[in-house]
């Protein structure tokens, strides 16, 4: 990589103070606090940092028993950017269209209040790791010490009781929140949190995990989603897809579930019989997966009746000229002649069109907002950390969950999908749900029409929002 000069690094700390409207007519003055949280090698020399961005509800006496929720996403790689600024910080990217698909690529963008933001009911904190965001690796031979799933997620174990120590906040219920890669962390981190670091017993309970954009299973070999016929748990978000570009008849639940039961009974079985299948049942089932798809009959055969989910993109809507986004199938951009791009994210249509919007609120809003005087470059997705990342872990991500729900009997557990996420998809999360051996009563799984950002789109956004304020507020296991 190529730069101007050499950034030179100095640790940090900036503090703030603003306010939020929100859509209850509460109007919240917070104080944030934004820092650099070094780590350090056996010699007391600084090898990372990792950046956190605190805010604070300033007009509590007492807050040592108020909420308080911990946001990350994923990549691995990623900055907090996306949760950040896409939902949960006090100003928000809004869009000329309110469902917000093929948002504008250049500026001027619209970063205004959110009304939907939590600070009224619990504290925020947004954490960039190590190589991430404003993070940094300072020691270029120190990369293994974060760059891998139980490093990482003991560096948060770390970040997070240093967090509850400096800040009085023992006594406070916790939340964790992951997005994407970010699930697999969350819950590595609860089982880190709830006695499993690799160096120390820890006991810290939480109240909740709200997992977006479910991950679990996919890197891991302890439940592999290979295993169980992929293009099942796949096919939902691409009947999604389908309801959405061609406009099918009816409400998109009613297509989604009607998906789900195709995949449930007579798909499934029919890809279990293989090459015993009869010619006649092929063909039937061939073009009811065309039929929920939007692929081609002739295709579905071709790809032996189980859709690839990157040819899928190239796919759906080629006759049209256009290949859809896997993050958000909402989205379009032209139809990539060449083979499939082996550069998925920077090339994927939603995350193409919406990446600048975010990049330029982190960088220049909200940096202005917060008080950060540095110069530093946002990494909003690091390659580096990506190819460098150890993707193995002395214990399932799955196993952590469920060891951790067994420990701590009251933890509950939300799990959140796009219905458009063809990365992450919804179908993956109700089975992984059903196959670990979890309480259900402390489960829930929640669909909404946008991408694999949940918070794209003001029905999607609210109502992801308000789940979440149910669950701190204690009601939403209530009212399902």
Known sequence: MITMQTEVFKAGQFEAEGKVALANGKNIPFKSICADNLFHDDAEKPIGSMFSYSYFRSDIE???ERPVIFFFNGGPGSGSLWLHVGLFGPLRIKYDDPEAVNTPSIPPYNVAN??????DIADLVFIDPVGTGWGRLLDKDAGERFFGMDNDADCFNTLIQSWLSKYQRWQSPKYLMGESYGTNRAVLLAESLSGSSQGEFSSVGLNGLILLGNAIGQTEGVLSFDTVEPAVLALPSMAATNWYHNKIPGSLEDFIQKAYDFCEDEYLKALFKGATLSEAKRNSIAAKVAYFSGLKKETVIEMDLRPDKRKYLQHVLKDRGLEVGVYDSRFTLPLNKDSISDKMVRDDAAIAQYTPSFMAAISGTYKKLLGITHDRKYYAISNEVGKNWKRESSR????????????????????????YDIQC????AR?????????????????????HMVYLGETAAKAFADDIRAMVEGTLFSKF
């Open 431 to 451: 089975y992984l749900v059903n196959h670990i051996g979890l309480d259900l009563k402390r489960v829930k799984l929640t669909e909404y029409p946008s991408g």
């Open 396 to 419: 399932s991500c799955a196993k952590s969950l469920a060891a951790s729900m067994r420990r701590n009997p009251d933890l509950k557990v939300l799990f959140s999908s796009g219905a």
């Open 425 to 428: 998809q919804m179908g993956q």
């Open 62 to 64: 007492d807050a040592s």
């Open 114 to 119: 959110n009304e939907l933001c939590l600070l």
